[in-house]
């Protein structure tokens, strides 16, 4: 997979937009690079120090400021907190929005870095740790759990011996089903386990 092959998968899907109804709008981002010639794809785990969701696996991201664009915060989030600086010509597209259950509208962008991968420097006061994954790390088939506090299944990602929650597994679980499967999975309707809702 190559950025064209990834900017004409895009092309084709058609992202679901999710209204904000008093939600905050929140970008992430899907950094796609290459290290020694292999596709990977940029996850990170959050800083312990955190306030909001310490220690969880994540994208880069965070909310969109006032007068900021989606596409401008997704770049903005990705020099904060991995030292990446692209344009947002290098936004190749997105996927769907989420709405997570601690009051946002998160929108997905992928995001081509190329060799940038090398040059990651992560933000420690956000970012604890950096995992460069592979498209057959990737190409896995998710596992749903149920939670009689939650009424719908909840979503989760094997990675590595551990287990990656909603809304990052699904978002990841997406990204696998439209880019590497071509199949234009939904994934909105899935559930997030109570840990993830503040």
């Known amino acids: 997979m190559d950025q064209q092959i990834l900017t ?15 939600r905050r709008g929140a970008a992430i981002v899907i950094p796609v690079g290459v290290r020694q010639g292999e596709p990977v794809v940029c996850l990170t785990k ?57 009051g ?21 006061g956000e970012v604890a740790e950096v995992y460069l994954v592979t498209l057959d790390e990737i190409d896995v088939d998710p596992l749903f759990v149920s939670d009689p506090a939650v009424a719908e299944p909840i979503v989760q990602w094997p990675f590595r011996g551990a287990l990656v929650h909603a809304p990052t597994a699904a978002v990841l679980h997406q990204f696998r089903e439209v880019v590497l499967r071509g199949r234009h999975t939904r994934v909105a309707h899935f559930g997030q386990p109570v840990f993830a809702w503040k």
């Open 8 to 22: 004409e998968t895009l092309r084709e899907f058609r992202p679901v937009e999710i209204p904000p109804q008093g």
């Open 46 to 102: 959050r800083s312990t120090s955190l306030r909001s969701h310490p220690g969880q696996y994540a994208f880069p991201g965070g909310r969109i400021d006032s007068g900021e664009t989606a596409v401008e915060a997704a770049v903005r989030e990705l020099s904060e907190e991995l030292g990446v600086r692209v344009t947002p010509a290098q936004v190749l597209g997105r996927l769907d929005d989420f709405a997570t259950k601690s």
């Open 104 to 124: 946002y509208v998160m929108s997905p962008f992928v995001v081509w870095i190329g060799d940038e991968v090398e040059a990651i420097h992560p933000n420690p």
